[in-house]
C-alpha cells in the first residue's frame, strides 16, 4: 500500500460503508429493521407514490421549460424524490422546514404551489411564498446558512416552552454533502448540540457538489460526524420512501419532545447534472448514473405496490395521467408569469418608507417616463 | 509578436498557465477548479497538466479555502483561489479583511501573502441570487489588498500574471459576462502596462467616463453612441481600483472638465463615491459640473428579469451625460 504524500493514507479502512437504514429493498421488497418499525396502510402507500411520481413530473417539466429559455436555471432532484417526500411526510404543520435550492419535493409535501417555485429560477422574485404560512422557509442559495437560521430557529421553539406538548414542533435543516465542510454548518451542529436544540438536520448525501465527489468534503461517513458534535446521527437509504419516513418521523419526534439533535444522512445520488448549466460528462462515469438507475425511487414502491396487489394499473394510469395535468398547469403558469414591473425593485427593502429607495425610485420613475414621452411624440 | 485570438476567460486561463509554468509555488484552489475546470471552465486543464498537488479541487468551504491560502503562502507558495460566484465570497471575508490584508503590517514586513483572489463579478447572465453581485467597495475599503477588475482579454492575460507575481495579496475580478467577448492577445510580449495605471481605451475631448470591469465595453458603446451626437467621450479604464491611477484621472478630467463614473454596483457608498469626491478635490476648478455617477440602484440585486433596468446600460450612462452638459 503506497501513501500519496499530499492527499494521505488510502481511504479504505476509515470509509468501509456502513449499511443504511432500509425498509424497502430496490427490488421493491418489505423489510423489517428494528428500531424503525413503519406501520403503513395501502392508502398511505399509494399517497407516497402518487407524491413521488408528481414531484418528479414537475421536476421534468421545469428542466423542460429551462432548455426552452423560460427558466434561466433549474436544480434537478432526479434521484433525490424519495429522500424529501419520505422526510417531508413525515413533518407537521409546527415543523419548521429550512430548504436549500433543490428541495422541490419537500416544497410539494408542504403544499406550495410548484409555480411559487419557478419565480426564483425563471428570475421573476427571489422566493415567492410566505415561509410561515407553509412552514417552509425560503430557498437559500449560499450553501449552509440555512442551517444556522434553522438552528435558531429551534432554539426559539424551545424558548416557547411548547417542547413535549401537542403543539410543539421542531426545525429541520436541509443541505447537501458539500454543504457539510462549511463553517456554518459546522457552527449550527455545535449551537445545536450545546442548546440541544429540537431540530433535525437532513444531509441528503447524493455524492456530488458540481463536480466533486464526497471524497472531496469527508473521510468518514457524514452521519458519524454527528458523535463528534454530540448527538446522534444515522444512515438511511435515501431512495427508499418507506425508510426516510421512518427515520425523520422517529427523529423528529425526539426533538419535538426535548431530546435534542439528531442528523440524518440520507444515502442517495443526483442522478442529472447538476442544474442545467452543469455537464457531468466531464466529471463523472456513465457506469456509475446506470449503477444507480438500478436504485430507483419509484420503481421500488411501484414494485411493492403491484406485487403485494395494493394498486391496479388503473390507479397507475390514473397518477400518471394527473401528474401530466399539474405539469401542463406548471408550464402554462409558467408561460404566464409576468415579469415584475420594474419599480417593485425598491419595494421591501426596508419596513417603511426609506429616503434613499424614494429618491432611486422617483429617478428612475422619471427616466422611464422619459421615454414613454419620447415614444409619444 | 504572437497573436491569438482568445476570449476573456481563455486569456485568463492562458496565463494562469504561463504563471504556473514559470513559478512551481504558484498553486490554484477552489471547488471544482479541477476536472471541471471551474465553472467558467477558466482553470480548463490546469490540473491535467500540472496534477492534483497544484490544482486544487478543495471542501466546498471558502473561509477554509482562503484561510489555507494562507498558511501555504506563509510556506512560500502562491496560491490562486477561485472564488466559485461573487456572492460566495463572503464566507470567506473574515480571513480576507481581518487576516488576509493585514498580516504584513502586522508583522512589520516580515510576512508576505501573495495570494490572489480571482472573483467573477457582476450581472447581466440571467442568474439567480447571489451570482451578479459586485463587492469591489467591500475590498478596496480594506487596506492591505490590491484591487483590480479587468475589462478585456489583453489585460485579462497580462493582469493574472501580474496579480500573481505581486508581493501583496490581489482581489482579481472578472467581468463574468465579458468571459466570452474575444480579442487578439500577444501572448510572448512581456512588455505590460503597468500593473497600476489606468488606461485611456477611448480618446475623447468633452466629458470624461470612468469604469471599470465590465461596464468598460458598455462605456465604448456610449462613447460611440455620443459621437454621433457630436460629443466625444474620453473613456478610462481604471484597472486597478486600489491602488487608484488618480494622475490619469486628474489628467483627463482637467481636460475635458466633465466626469462621469459608472460601475454596476450600488452607487450608494460604491466605488464611485471615492472617485468622485477625489476628481471634485483635484479637479474642483476645471470641473463644469458635479461628477456624476450610473450604477446599480442601492437595492439588493433584483431578481434576473430586471437586471437589465438594473444594471447601467448605454442609455442611462447617455442619459448622464447629458444631465452632465446641461449643468
Ligand atoms: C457559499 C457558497 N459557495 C459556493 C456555492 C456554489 N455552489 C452551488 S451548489 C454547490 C455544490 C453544493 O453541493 P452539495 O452541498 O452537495 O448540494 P447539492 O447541490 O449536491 O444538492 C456549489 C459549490 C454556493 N451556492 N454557496
Wanted: charged share 25%; glycine share 8%.
Amino acid at each position: 500500500m503506497t501513501i500519496d504524500s499530499v492527499r494521505g493514507a488510502p481511504a479504505t479502512a476509515a470509509t468501509a460503508e456502513p449499511e443504511p437504514v432500509q425498509l424497502l429493498t430496490p427490488e421493491g421488497e418489505r423489510v423489517e429493521h428494528p428500531d424503525y418499525p413503519l406501520e403503513l396502510t395501502a392508502d398511505d402507500i399509494r399517497a407516497l407514490y402518487r407524491d413521488l411520481v408528481i414531484t418528479r413530473r414537475i421536476d421534468l417539466e421545469a428542466v423542460a421549460l429551462t432548455r426552452q429559455g423560460e427558466l434561466g436555471l433549474w436544480a434537478s432532484l432526479l434521484g433525490q424524490e424519495a429522500a424529501q417526500i419520505g422526510s417531508g411526510r413525515a413533518l407537521t404543520d409546527h415543523d419548521m422546514v429550512f430548504p436549500t435550492y433543490r428541495e422541490h419535493g419537500v416544497a410539494w409535501c408542504r403544499d406550495v404551489n410548484p409555480l411559487n417555485l419557478l419565480g426564483l429560477f425563471r428570475g421573476v422574485n427571489h422566493g415567492g411564498w410566505d415561509p410561515a404560512e407553509h412552514g417552509f422557509h425560503l430557498y437559500t442559495v449560499v450553501i449552509g446558512s440555512q442551517t444556522l437560521h434553522a438552528t435558531g430557529y429551534a432554539m426559539g421553539i424551545q424558548r416557547d416552552g411548547v417542547l413535549g406538548s401537542p403543539s410543539a414542533g421542531a426545525a429541520i435543516a436541509y443541505f447537501g454533502d458539500g454543504a457539510t465542510s462549511q463553517g456554518d454548518v459546522n457552527e449550527a451542529f455545535v449551537f445545536a448540540s450545546v442548546f440541544n436544540a429540537p431540530i433535525v438536520f437532513f444531509c441528503q448525501n447524493n455524492q456530488w457538489a458540481i463536480s466533486e465527489p464526497l471524497e472531496k468534503q469527508s473521510r468518514i461517513p457524514l452521519y458519524k460526524r454527528a458523535q463528534g458534535y454530540g448527538f446522534p446521527g444515522v444512515r438511511v437509504d435515501g431512495n427508499d420512501v418507506f425508510a426516510c419516513l421512518a427515520v425523520t418521523r422517529k427523529a423528529m419526534e425526539a426533538a419535538r419532545t426535548g431530546q435534542g439533535p439528531m442528523l440524518i444522512e440520507a444515502y442517495t445520488y443526483r442522478m442529472g447534472a447538476h442544474t442545467t448549466t452543469d455537464d457531468p460528462t466531464r466529471y463523472r462515469m456513465k457506469a456509475e448514473e446506470e449503477s444507480w438507475k438500478l436504485k430507483d425511487p419509484i420503481e421500488r414502491v411501484k414494485a411493492y405496490l403491484t406485487r403485494g396487489d395494493l394498486a391496479d394499473a388503473a390507479f397507475f394510469d390514473g397518477v400518471e395521467d394527473e401528474a401530466k395535468a399539474i405539469a401542463a398547469d406548471l408550464r402554462k403558469g409558467c408561460l404566464a408569469m409576468p415579469d415584475p414591473e420594474p419599480l417593485s425593485m425598491f419595494e421591501h427593502v426596508y419596513a417603511d418608507r426609506h429616503p434613499l429607495m424614494t429618491e432611486e425610485q422617483e429617478q428612475f420613475a422619471a427616466y422611464l417616463a422619459s421615454f414613454e414621452e419620447e415614444v409619444a411624440s | 509578436m504572437t497573436a491569438e485570438t482568445l476570449t476573456l476567460g481563455k486569456a485568463i486561463n492562458t496565463g494562469l498557465r504561463k504563471a504556473m509554468e514559470n513559478d512551481p509555488k504558484v498553486l490554484v484552489m477552489g471547488e471544482d477548479v479541477g476536472k471541471l475546470g471551474g465553472v467558467f471552465r477558466i482553470t480548463d486543464g490546469l490540473q491535467k497538466d500540472f496534477g492534483e498537488e497544484r490544482v486544487i479541487d478543495t471542501p466546498l468551504a471558502e473561509s477554509g479555502i482562503v484561510g489555507t491560502a494562507i498558511g501555504l503562502a506563509l510556506r512560500g507558495y502562491r496560491p490562486v483561489v477561485e472564488i466559485q460566484f461573487d456572492g460566495f465570497v463572503f464566507p470567506a471575508a473574515d480571513q480576507i479583511i481581518t487576516q488576509l490584508a493585514k498580516m504584513r503590517m502586522r508583522s512589520l514586513g516580515a510576512l508576505e501573502l501573495p495570494v490572489v483572489i480571482r472573483i467573477p463579478c457582476g450581472g447581466g447572465i440571467g442568474a439567480v441570487e447571489h451570482h451578479s453581485e459586485s463587492p469591489e467597495a467591500y475590498f478596496t475599503h480594506t487596506a492591505g489588498l490590491r484591487v483590480v477588475a479587468c475589462s478585456n482579454p489583453a489585460d485579462a492575460f497580462t493582469m493574472i500574471q501580474q496579480s500573481i507575481a505581486s508581493p501583496d495579496p490581489v482581489v482579481f475580478f472578472e467581468p463574468k459576462r465579458r468571459y466570452w467577448d474575444k480579442a487578439d492577445v500577444d501572448v510572448d510580449s512581456s512588455d505590460w502596462t503597468a500593473f497600476d495605471a489606468a488606461r485611456v481605451v477611448r480618446p475623447g475631448d468633452h466629458a470624461t467616463v470612468l469604469a471599470y470591469g465590465p461596464s468598460v465595453k458598455t462605456c465604448l458603446e456610449a462613447a460611440a453612441a455620443a459621437a454621433e451626437d457630436g460629443r466625444s467621450l474620453e473613456v478610462i479604464d481604471l484597472r486597478s481600483l486600489n491602488p487608484l491611477d488618480m494622475d490619469a484621472v486628474a489628467a483627463s478630467v482637467d481636460r475635458t472638465g466633465r466626469c462621469v463614473v459608472v460601475h454596476e454596483a450600488p452607487v450608494f457608498n460604491g466605488y464611485g463615491a471615492e472617485l468622485a469626491a477625489r476628481v471634485t478635490e483635484r479637479c474642483f476648478y476645471r470641473l463644469e459640473a458635479p461628477v456624476l455617477r450610473v450604477g446599480g440602484f442601492s437595492t439588493p440585486y433584483p431578481p434576473s428579469r430586471l437586471e437589465d433596468h438594473y444594471l447601467p446600460d448605454l442609455d442611462r450612462i447617455l442619459d448622464a451625460v447629458d444631465r452632465t452638459f446641461a449643468w
